[in-house]
């Protein structure tokens, strides 16, 4: 007897979360951070979990992701509805510190777990590729920065909207890009309610 996609998902997430592929490489050992759920109608795909999330093995349990909620417009209890949203980042686990922040996501995890995992998710409608790495994996825009990808966002719907990651560390770049909060901020929140993904 063939097991119900629900159940499917749930041994798939399990296997997820026993992952050791990059234990070698990883300096606070793996904790793979990720929700999903077949009734999923956003999927968020960030870079990966920093030490706090690490810690909590809560996705976007950070200044971060408050920025996101802010941005999304969704309070805590929304955002952490699997049910409704599912969180994939480009690397399920940590992947450690380098000389001007978090090293990249690990480049074996994606392409190792994403297309399984999306198979499992037949519901999503809109995907928010949070920063680089999820850009570059997704788009198939390969000479365009993360600034003219994000700025250029309709050429990517109604499936994917590009964003710069919430970071505090990219306070910078907003400021240098006004255009971002005046233009995608409505464009993406506009987006999000017509999901109707609070209760």
């Not at 480049?107 to 995992?117: D, E, S, T, V, Y």
Request: proline share 12%; aromatic share 8%; glycine share 6%.
């Amino acid at each position: 007897m063939k097991p119900s996609p629900q159940r499917a998902l749930a041994d798939l997430l399990a296997e997820v979360r026993r992952c050791r592929y990059c234990a070698d490489r990883l300096p606070l050992g793996p904790r793979p951070v990720l929700r999903a759920s077949a009734t999923a109608r956003l999927l968020i795909v960030g870079q990966a979990p920093g030490t706090k999330v690490h810690a909590s093995g809560i996705p976007w349990d950070d200044p971060s992701g408050d920025r996101l909620r802010d941005w999304l417009q969704l309070d805590k209890a929304a955002f952490y509805d699997e049910s409704r949203i599912a969180i994939m980042p480009m690397g399920f686990c940590y992947p450690g510190r380098g000389k001007s922040g978090d090293l990249p996501p690990d480049p074996a995890c994606a392409p190792k777990w994403h297309g399984p995992l999306l198979e499992h998710m037949p519901a999503i409608e809109l995907t928010l590729l949070v920063g680089n790495y999820a850009q570059q994996y997704y788009l198939d825009a390969p000479r365009l920065s993360l600034a003219e990808r994000v700025q250029r966002w309709r050429d990517f719907g109604p499936h994917w909207l590009p964003l710069p990651h919430p970071s505090p560390r990219n306070n910078l770049w907003l400021r240098r890009n006004p255009w971002f909060e005046a233009e995608v901020i409505p464009a993406l929140r506009k987006r999000v309610r017509a999901l109707k993904l609070k209760q």
